[in-house]
């Protein structure tokens, strides 16, 4: 029998190949693309990868408004120019599946691997999702090691065509919901937007609304004022039991009282403790993103792509999982004893084993699939610095896991200072245990003086403090994904990308997240005028239908239609109210595009404007009066700063480009103060050429000189790289004629021979 083992990742597909044929595994290819073969005697194993999803939702026909409701699988490099190269894995695998009788989905157990290796086999087979069972399995492994792979195929399981009917699902509704409402969006926006594309979805709607809510608590919030009244004694700050005052009246009363009998504290009260302080349960995703953003300020997709690597070269478990808990099937005891073989750990590893300390603590958080994220014991080698740190975090978390809790002294120190009461308290760790196990551990250690129940001392001193309310924090992006995962919306996979999406479509920024003035203006008119997109109430029951199906409480179809109608109640309110949508969107993307004043006709502002090809520029908005424009920097992000150059007085902008340090500068190309890097190559010729004929030179040699050493080579650089692409095309094509010249040659010698024979 030949079976074909499809892998989500050609290096899983390698360590799948090497686990099960025991290093004896033949690499085969297909152009460039890898699979391999593996020889059981009788039976013939395949394994071949694929890359992520091989096959993508796309609308049925061709239809450019909305709503459209009809959709269909197809192979992603058909759907998407960005993802061409799929095609070539996709081949592979359709090739290698003609030879085959019998198919295992290895990919990612859990729902995206599941849609990912079910598709390829439905594809393969030509059959229906409902009969798969019957030509194919399903590996269910939690780290890429060998032995974890090599159970894994010894105790396959059927397909879970449950979770899959749950994934399609999800794929359809969140495609559905996504493109008709952004269309809608977008729609309304119309021509002033010049192109630009808005989108919301079933998840980002909710989300862009947390946020805003959060983003008005913190503009509406008013200061109220308060007091609090604080002593020093031998030199340690005693706060009165009043607290937080907000009667001024009542904190004066205090304070001159205590004035008063300033020289006659007395301590009237200590009571001390001890507390267990117990290690912190192991990683699950969400809480790993918000540890690696708060010790090394990580973004939460770094993160998971760093695990992801990780997981892939067996160093750690599979990441995506909402579970705290490790089983001791898993071989703690095992995984321990291979970290004490790594130097980093060896005396952390060593001390649990000789106490026996084989139990870890763990969280609340379940997940059926996956156990927490752990350390396979295997040490890593050829790691980044972001790895290392990333890796070093998850073992030393999972080390602690296992050790004794730490005892902290806990005192608190009660004074009064005539009819006012005063306190203070301080907390010394008295036994470290797990916290020197984990050295990223943040606990708050405050000495305090000796002081004895009954003693007489002087106040050093008393003031009263004048102090504000503070508004609520903005969240990070990991403070969101943890929002996020608490409301029950989104999925720990697609979390992180979702909060990336609000960032690339301008509706917020920073690094605590701000929501922009478009952004609000988005959420506000889709609260007054649609709010079933924000609302979050709306998303959570579509989570809770597509739980079910998994479940076997729902069926797919039944879903789907329960999710289309609310999708169209949507849009139908949405449609109702288009006009008013579109003015506050029109008039908050104006805002949002004004530069400053116009310099020509002192009475227009200068907008941003965009060309019917998409190209953005700078233009006056009181055009045709003033017909004064400025070129911009193109796929760039324009930002005002408020500031006027003094040269030229157009305004000065903060010009924001991917993967490149943002700048400043003014809009007028002719300006002498403008920075040099953005002036035309016409502008360096000119400006070489004048000072050529200065010095008494030709002008365009020198000029040629000059323009040569200027920085406009930047762009001539950005242009060679492209060459050796553009040369491998022609290259390319060159062979393809070449050989298709030696095809003809050979057909012509074969018909002349066939001629000679018949004469």
């Known amino acids: 029998m030949h079976t074909l083992i499809i892998a989500e990742k050609p290096s899983v597909a390698l360590r799948i190949a090497t686990a099960l044929g025991n290093g004896e595994q033949k690499r085969k290819a297909n152009g460039k693309i890898s699979y391999y073969e593996i020889d059981k005697g009788d039976d013939v194993l395949y394994v071949a990868p694929a890359v992520g999803h091989l096959y993508t939702i796309k609308q049925v026909g061709y239809k450019r408004g909305y709503p459209v409701l009809d959709v269909e699988w197809a192979p992603s490099y058909s759907a998407s120019k960005s993802s061409a190269f799929t095609k070539q894995y996709l081949d592979v695998i359709l090739k290698v599946a003609k030879e085959c009788d019998y198919f295992i989905n290895a990919?990612?157990?859990?729902?995206?691997?599941?849609v990912i290796g079910t598709n390829i086999i439905k594809e393969a087979t030509k059959q229906p999702v409902e009969k798969l069972r019957q030509y194919a399995k399903r590996m269910k492994y939690s780290t890429t090691t060998t032995k974890d792979l090599v159970d894994s195929y010894n105790n396959m399981s059927e397909l879970d065509l449950e979770n899959f009917y749950a994934g399609e699902a999800r794929h359809m509704l969140d495609w559905i919901w996504g493109i008709n409402l952004s269309r809608a969006l977008t729609q309304a926006l119309?021509?002033?937007?010049g192109g630009k594309y808005l989108s919301i979805g079933r998840v980002q709607g909710p989300t862009l609304a947390i946020l805003s809510k959060r983003e008005k608590e913190i503009s509406d919030f008013k200061p109220e004022p308060f007091w609090r009244i604080a002593a020093s004694i031998k030199g340690i700050e005693f706060i009165n039991s009043r607290g937080d005052m907000k009667d001024k009246a009542v904190a004066d009363k205090a304070l001159e009282e205590s004035m008063r009998n300033k020289e006659s504290a007395i301590i009237d009260g200590i009571s001390a403790k001890e507390d267990p302080r117990w290690p912190y349960p192991p990683f699950d995703l969400t809480s790993l993103q918000l540890e690696a953003s708060r010790v090394f300020r990580l973004d939460p997709s770094?993160?998971?792509a760093i695990a992801q690597k990780l997981y892939e070269r067996s160093y750690i478990s599979y990441p995506r999982t909402s579970s705290q808990k490790l089983p001791y099937s898993l071989g703690l005891p095992g995984i321990i004893k291979a970290l004490s073989e790594n130097k980093e750990y060896t005396a952390i590893a060593n001390e649990?084993?000789?106490?026996?300390?084989i139990k870890p603590l763990e969280g609340k958080k379940t997940d059926e699939a996956h156990p927490a994220?752990?350390?396979t014991g295997i040490t890593p080698k050829d790691l980044s610095k972001q790895e290392y740190e990333l890796y070093d975090l998850i073992a030393r978390r999972f080390l602690s896991c296992f050790a004794e809790p730490a005892s902290v002294a806990r005192v608190k120190i009660n004074a009064s200072i005539g009819n006012e009461k005063y306190s203070t308290s301080g907390a010394k760790i008295t036994k470290r245990a797990w916290l020197d196990y984990y050295k990223y551990a943040n606990i708050e250690e405050k000495e305090v003086p000796n002081f004895t129940e009954g003693e007489r001392d002087a106040a050093d001193s008393i003031v009263m403090?004048?102090?504000?309310?503070?508004?609520?924090?903005?969240f990070t992006k990991a403070g969101i994904i943890a929002e996020l995962e608490k409301k029950g919306l989104g999925t720990k996979a697609t979390r992180a990308n979702i909060v990336d999406t609000l960032f690339k479509r301008g509706y917020v920024d920073g690094a605590s997240l701000t929501v922009t003035s478009f952004g609000m203006s988005i959420y506000e008119s889709l609260l007054k005028n649609c709010p079933m997109i924000v609302d979050e109430k709306t998303t959570r029951e579509l989570e809770r239908d597509m739980e079910e199906i998994s479940e076997k409480k729902k069926s797919e179809a039944e879903v789907l239609e329960h999710g289309k109608k609310m999708l169209l109640a949507a849009l139908e309110l949405f449609d109702k109210n288009m006009h008013q949508v579109s003015s506050e969107l029109k008039s908050s993307f104006m805002e949002a595009s004004i530069l400053g004043k116009c310099p020509k006709c002192g009475v227009g502002n200068l907008i941003i404007r965009h060309s019917r090809i998409g190209k953005q520029f700078v233009a006056c908005d009181e055009y045709p009066k003033c017909t004064n424009t400025y070129p911009l920097?193109?796929?760039?992000?324009?930002?005002?700063?408020g500031r006027i150059c003094e040269y030229c007085k157009t305004p000065i902008v903060k010009v924001i480009r991917r993967g490149m340090k943002p700048f400043e500068m003014d809009l007028d190309p002719n300006c002498p103060n403008r920075p040099i890097a953005f002036k035309t190559k016409s502008d360096y010729k000119e400006e070489s050429n004048n000072k050529a004929v200065a010095e008494g030179q030709p002008a365009e040699s020198k000029g040629a000189q000059e323009e040569a050493k200027s920085v406009i080579a930047i762009k001539d650089k950005e242009k060679a790289k492209a060459k050796p692409a553009k040369r491998a095309v022609k290259k390319g094509k060159a062979k393809k004629t070449a050989k298709k010249t030696d095809a003809e040659k050979v057909a012509k010698a074969k018909k002349a021979k066939r001629k000679e024979k018949n004469e």
């Open 107 to 114: 990919c990612d157990y859990d729902i995206e691997g599941t």
């Open 190 to 193: 119309g021509s002033i937007g």
């Open 302 to 304: 770094l993160t998971l």
């Open 352 to 357: 649990l084993i000789s106490k026996n300390r």
């Open 373 to 375: 994220i752990f350390p």
């Open 465 to 474: 403090h004048s102090l504000e309310t503070k508004p609520p924090k903005r």
């Open 633 to 641: 920097v193109q796929k760039a992000k324009i930002v005002p700063t």
